[in-house]
């Protein structure tokens, strides 16, 4: 038994022996083919320099470079400098090119004016259809013009070539200027000075306010037709004037800026007549949207709204009947919810305008809530009534006097006793 038991081991010892060699000889080839694998992964990863290598080595990448190459003819450098000229347009020179073809179109205008008014008699046939070519040409280069000044630095780059001062005579001129030059010109001033408030404070120092005002209440009694052009001249007003504290303080000074709202939303009555004429819809639109922004901004108060407090008064009556258009409805009724939260005035949509808005407003959310439309229109205007009827109930009569805000030191000079010197 003794000699069996120590063969026993010394076989089972030999089998270990030759276990931990076999895995000695598999953990080394593992590890040569990990490190074959890692360098060829490395040199996929390294690949893109060994392609920019190659890149450098020739000319243009994809042919090597020769000793007979030539230099570039004369022909080829010219087309070249021509591409290079041609395909990047500069808006500034393009700018300087329209005002010139512009100011030699004014003159073509007055000196066919002139000639006319010396002689007595009416232009040819052929200087009709030279002045309307003109014309067309004119409005595509306004047009242009109008979409390079959208930019805030080609808007600050054309006032540097007074381009404003332009503008504003170009639109004076009812007589010699076509109807449809002097609405793109009204087009290009509104674009220029929207939310641009150096350009809207020399605008302000050249008197645009006063001109614009004038101008629209001698459309309104030179032509039947003029609610277009009226429309644009509150455009250029609108945006002249809003988000600009001392613009708006301005308006509202002008002695005619009341009437020029009542007017453009089509409160005006007639001499001798008691009828209310009709407005054109974007002129109607506009003058809301100006109102609007004059009535809610920041810097308005309660006597700013009660100046106003006609418009007010007749938006609230007239334009939420249901036979208005819906973003014409939508708008005002923003406007009437807007003015009851900020709580400055609203005495004017109180008394028996209040029963009257909340009797239209209860038939108008019934109605909306019936109709099964997907309408995006409906939806809106539904929640702008709710809210309405809602302020409407909780809104309070303007108190008879205005508090002043309550400064954190109190009001005049303060004790010496109290606070700390």
């Known amino acids: 038994p003794p000699p069996t038991h120590t063969i026993t081991t010394t076989s089972a010892m030999s089998d270990t022996n030759n276990n931990t060699n076999t895995n000695s000889a598999n953990s080394a080839n593992s590890a040569t083919m990990t490190a074959e694998e890692q360098q060829q992964q490395d040199g996929k990863q390294w690949a893109w320099l060994g392609l920019l290598k190659w890149s450098l080595s020739y000319t243009d990448g994809t042919s090597p470079s020769s000793p007979d190459q030539q230099p570039m003819s004369a022909q080829d450098r010219a087309f070249l400098e021509e591409v290079m000229t041609n395909g990047v347009l500069d808006e500034n020179e393009r700018m300087k090119v329209i005002l010139e073809t512009l100011t030699a179109s004014m003159e073509v205008y007055r000196q066919t004016t002139n000639s006319s008014t010396s002689t007595g008699e009416e232009g040819s046939n052929d200087d009709d259809i030279t002045n309307e070519s003109m014309t067309t040409e004119l409005s595509v280069l306004l047009l242009e013009l109008r979409d390079i000044v959208e930019q ?38 509104a674009t220029v000075c929207q939310n641009n408030p150096p350009v809207q404070l020399q605008l302000l120092e050249l008197g645009s306010i006063r001109i614009l005002s004038d101008l629209f209440f001698e459309e309104s009694t030179t032509s039947t037709t003029s609610s277009m052009l009226q429309a644009k001249i509150v455009q ?18 002008v002695p005619q800026a009341t009437q020029l709202m009542e007017e453009g939303l089509g409160l005006h009555i007639a001499a001798g007549s008691n009828e209310v004429s009709s407005k054109d819809d974007a002129l109607t639109k506009r003058t809301l949207f100006f109102l609007r922004a004059l009535i809610t901004a920041d810097a308005a108060d309660r006597t700013r709204v009660r100046q106003f407090a006609t418009s007010i008064a007749h938006v609230a009556d007239t334009f939420l009947q249901e036979s208005n258009s819906p973003d014409l409805r939508e708008l005002s009724l923003a406007f009437l919810v807007t003015l009851l939260q900020q709580k400055k005035s609203v005495n004017v949509l109180l008394g028996s305008r209040k029963a009257r808005l909340a009797t239209l407003g209860v038939q108008r959310i019934a109605a909306l809530r019936a109709d099964d439309d997907d309408d995006d229109f409906g939806a809106v205007e539904l ?29 005049g000079t303060p004790a010496t006793d109290t606070l700390p010197q």
Request: glycine share 4%.
């Open 152 to 189: 805030i630095d080609y808007a600050r780059a054309f006032c540097a070539l007074q381009g404003l001062p332009f503008l504003l005579g170009c639109i004076q001129e009812q007589s010699l200027v076509p109807r449809s030059i002097r609405a793109a010109c009204l087009g290009i001033l």
């Open 383 to 411: 929640d702008y009534w709710e809210q309405l009827l809602v302020m409407l109930a909780r809104a309070e009569p303007d108190s008879a006097t205005t508090v002043e805000p309550v400064l954190l030191i109190g009001a």
């Open 236 to 253: 250029a007003m609108s945006a002249n004037v809003r988000n600009h504290d001392m613009a708006e303080h301005v308006f509202c000074q």
